[in-house]
């Protein structure tokens, strides 16, 4: 099981910036590092995955929910003189456009 998380950052993202998990900030050093274009977590950031065709139909009839443990990371960054905060996917998801 991999124990790292690679996240990489859109092509216009140039520091400084900000990196959040969960809303939280993280420090560059203590939780994570800046390795070309790609933010590396040294711990595995939690993923919800697929939805199964029997949890997708409990939720579907209103029997259950969905609480499994997901972790997002944002980052805050200026862009041609804007702020805006992109949503970023581990490497091999998809990754959200930059919102602002």
């Known amino acids: 099981m991999e124990t790292r998380t690679r996240i990489e ?3 216009h993202v ?3 910036f900000v990196v959040y998990v969960n809303g939280v900030p993280q420090v560059e050093g203590a939780d994570y590092r800046v390795v070309g274009s790609t933010l590396l977590f040294e711990r595995a950031l939690a ?4 939805l199964g ?5 409990a ?7 969905t609480y499994r443990k997901h972790e997002t990371v944002s ?3 200026s862009h041609a003189g804007r702020q805006l ?7 091999g998801e998809d990754e959200a456009a930059p919102a602002g």
């Open 85 to 91: 905060v992109a949503n970023l996917a581990p490497a």
């Open 9 to 11: 950052l859109p092509p």
């Open 14 to 16: 140039r520091p400084p």
């Open 75 to 77: 980052i805050a960054y």
């Open 47 to 50: 993923r919800e995955g697929k």
């Open 59 to 65: 939720m579907f009839l209103g029997i259950a929910g």
């Open 53 to 57: 065709f029997w949890r997708w139909l």
